[in-house]
């Protein structure tokens, strides 16, 4: 993936160049992140399965993993950054 775009004005988020490692509950995995922020997230690649349902963490799974999603609306779909032509496609809808 390219590490630099076009300067935008400032109104959109910047692209998304840096991994970041995630938790929710006891499942962890990594995903991209803006350069700015880590504000706005690409989806996640986790490195275990899902908690079960049953199990005592599936709660905490269940809310830390609520808390992550509402960063992933602007890259959502993503796993990896988008190329220069989808990202400016993404700041134009």
Known sequence: ??????????????????LKYVQAGSRRGWCWCNSTRNDYLCEIHWFDPEPDSESDDYGTYVDELQCIEELLDFYRGYFQPPTEMEYRRLCED
């Open 1 to 18: 993936s390219p590490d630099w775009y076009e300067e935008d004005d400032g109104v959109f988020p910047n692209p998304p160049f840096h």
